[in-house]
């Protein structure tokens, strides 16, 4: 049984920061890309970075240089820390395991920043 577990969302004025932790169970973590998500009320969800099972990372235009995506395989764990929030950053962050195979979805962790 595949679990993405995720936490650390909470509430947290416009500067702060947060860490996001995603870990996984049921899948060769290692093998997998990891990813985080976003959506925010109304609107779609929008990828947030990836890191590959080899560490390469890639990010939305909006968080270059504010978030950053790291994981260690050996917790079968993926991090997001996030750095300078922004309101606009208030959403569902998603964990997702990604192969060729099915994609696997945790349940969001919600992250609010107030102005």
């Known amino acids: 049984q595949v679990q993405l577990v995720e936490s650390g969302g909470g509430l947290v004025q416009a500067g702060g920061s947060l860490r996001l932790s995603c870990k996984a169970s049921?899948?060769?973590?290692?093998?997998?890309?990891m990813a985080w998500y976003r959506q925010a009320p109304g609107k779609q969800r929008d990828m947030v970075a990836t890191v590959t099972n080899a560490g390469l990372t890639n990010y939305a235009d909006s968080v270059k240089s504010r978030f950053t995506i790291s994981r260690d395989n050996a917790k079968n764990t993926v991090y997001l820390q996030m750095s300078s929030l922004k309101p606009e950053d208030t959403a569902v962050y998603y964990c997702?395991?990604?192969?060729?195979?099915?994609?696997?979805w945790g349940q969001g962790a919600q992250v609010t920043v107030s102005s």
């Open positions: 997702a395991a990604r192969s060729i195979g099915p994609d696997y």
């Open positions: 049921g899948i060769y973590f290692s093998l997998y890309t």
